[in-house]
């Protein structure tokens, strides 16, 4: 078997990246896949060996047109016939690329051998098929290949079958769990399921809504120890309320950071439940795109079917029907043979894409052009699909405010009990500041009460002292007018 790997490579492949994400399916790198199905001479998906035309010279065309009838037989997407034989003319010494008319040529015949299927019976056709290991049954050696050589599309199969039926073992059971195909499997480790998503759902729910009762019970609790008839007293009592407060702080903190949805749910079990559905339909969607390409251009022969069916349509039209019999006449007028010759311009003997139809580089062009497009439908169909799916579900989960980490509000209690202390001491000297204060305006304000007392005692007297002055100054007038009267 050749080590040469043909035209496959495994650059950007995200049909593989997205399946073994959503169904942890590890399948083959494309690259690898076409290393056991390369016939003689590096030819991939087929053997090629040429013969001669080994009928009669004037009978060629119609066996030609016979040799052809693969082509109706292999009509649609299935392969019901996987040994070809394309004929065409060559020049009698060898490869040509082309030919002027009158030139001699010769009828030659690629008999093509597809590899891609495990048994003679169960021909390759479009859909999902199983693949093996499998060998000639010629019991002979071939052109350039020995009669030993083994084949294998396990990897073909795998990597073209393999994901999309994990995807569908993961919709329609929600697990890939114990999911094999082809003697490849998922290991438990790498085993996606869908219910995971619901379950831990479930534990947040349980998680915010225990967070949130014991803060509420816990915060009522705080509250009535902290009334000012509570019977509790001393030191121990104060320590136990440092612990309560430190717990609703605890609980706080939790119940903040995982935040309720109703009486039941939480956020963060929300945005699970909605990203396992955005999961599921990214999932759908690649099956989908996956299903379409399996049944309609997933078999790579069918591309190989359809380069051959290109080659010979250019080979009937610029090599076999430029080409006519003529018959040699010998003395007396019968024909005693003939020779193939060219009748009409433009007779080609080689493809201008792939090169001289004679020469076994030819074929491999031709194999590797059918991988080629094979592979640019996985890349404009399934990669393409598989790239949307991991958009989808990293947009999905970006939407989602899952927590990072979660804090944990640290309490100690000595330092809390000291933090108490400290408080109260410095209450009871704001408290006994005030007393202070307290006491001074009121002895300020009985001061002042005295003085007043007096000033308004003071005056009471000297409006006596001033009352009783103007009765003697009365009387004494009074007096001097009696005498004035008498005189």
Not at 47 to 63: K, L, M, Q, T, Y
Not at 99 to 126: E, H, Q
């Given at each position: 078997?050749?080590?040469?790997?043909?035209?496959?490579?495994?650059?950007?492949?995200?049909?593989?990246?997205?399946?073994?994400?959503?169904?942890?399916?590890?399948?083959?790198?494309?690259?690898?896949?076409?290393?056991?199905?390369?016939?003689?001479?590096?030819?991939?998906?087929?053997?090629?060996?040429?013969?001669?035309?080994?009928?009669?010279?004037?009978?060629?065309?119609?066996?030609?047109?016979?040799?052809?009838?693969?082509?109706?037989?292999?009509?649609?997407?299935?392969?019901?016939?996987?040994?070809f034989v394309v004929p065409f003319y060559s020049g009698k010494h060898g490869p040509i690329s082309s030919?002027?008319?009158?030139?001699?040529?010769?009828?030659?015949?690629?008999?093509?051998?597809?590899?891609?299927?495990?048994?003679?019976?169960?021909?390759?056709?479009?859909?999902?098929?199983?693949?093996?290991?499998?060998?000639?049954?010629?019991?002979?050696?071939?052109?350039?290949?020995?009669?030993?050589?083994?084949?294998?599309?396990?990897?073909?199969?795998?990597?073209?079958?393999?994901?999309?039926k994990a995807l569908e073992q993961l919709l329609n059971t929600g697990s890939t769990l114990n999911f094999r195909w082809n003697n490849l499997g998922v290991t438990d480790g790498d085993a996606v399921d869908l219910d995971s998503f619901f379950r831990a759902a479930d534990a947040f729910d349980r998680a915010a809504q225990f967070f949130r009762m014991r803060h509420q019970e816990l915060q009522d609790m705080e509250f009535d120890l902290g009334k000012e008839e509570a019977s509790w007293k001393g030191q121990a009592a104060g320590v136990f309320r440092d612990m309560i407060h430190g717990l609703v702080r605890n609980y706080e903190s939790y119940s903040e950071q995982f935040p309720t949805s109703g009486d039941v749910k939480s956020k963060y079990g929300d945005d699970l439940r909605n990203f396992r559905t955005e999961v599921e339909k990214a999932a759908r969607n690649l099956y989908n795109t996956w299903d379409s390409w399996q049944l309609l251009t997933g078999n790579p022969l069918r591309w190989l079917h359809d380069v051959l069916l290109e080659v010979t349509d250019y080979v009937w039209d610029n090599n076999i029907t430029k080409v006519r019999y003529y018959e040699t006449y010998g003395q007396y007028g019968y024909a005693i043979g003939g020779n193939h010759k060219v009748k009409y311009e433009g007779f080609r003997g080689d493809h201008p894409d792939y090169g001289p139809l004679e020469e076994k580089s030819t074929w491999k062009k031709i194999g590797e052009e059918a991988i080629r497009r094979w592979q640019n439908t996985v890349i404009e169909r399934l990669g393409e699909s598989g790239k949307r799916a991991l958009v989808d579900v990293e947009n999905a989960f970006n939407d989602q405010t899952f927590p990072k980490k979660i804090d944990t509000v640290t309490t100690s209690l000595s330092d809390e009990f000291s933090k108490d202390q400290a408080e109260r001491e410095k209450a009871d000297l704001e408290k006994e500041k005030e007393e202070q204060e307290r006491e001074l305006e009121e002895k300020e304000r009985e001061q002042e009460e005295k003085e007043a007392e007096a000033e308004r005692r003071a005056e009471e007297k000297e409006r006596e002292w001033e009352e009783k002055q103007a009765e003697a100054e009365r009387r004494a007038e009074e007096k001097e007018r009696e005498a004035e009267a008498k005189q």
């Open positions: 078997m050749s080590d040469k790997v043909p035209v496959a490579h495994s650059d950007n492949d995200y049909w593989e990246v997205a399946v073994k994400v959503l169904t942890g399916y590890p399948m083959p790198k494309r690259s690898t896949l076409f290393d056991s199905l390369i016939g003689n001479d590096d030819i991939p998906l087929m053997r090629v060996e040429f013969s001669d035309h080994n009928g009669e010279p004037s009978n060629a065309i119609v066996d030609a047109v016979d040799d052809m009838e693969w082509r109706s037989e292999n009509s649609g997407w299935r392969i019901s016939n996987t040994d030919a002027s008319v009158g030139t001699k040529v010769v009828m030659k015949k690629a008999r093509i051998t597809m590899l891609g299927t495990t048994s003679t019976d169960a021909p390759p056709a479009g859909g999902v098929v199983l693949g093996g290991e499998f060998k000639s049954g010629l019991g002979k050696d071939f052109e350039g290949q020995s009669k030993d050589t083994e084949w294998s599309n396990e990897a073909l199969s795998q990597y073209s079958y393999g994901g999309g």
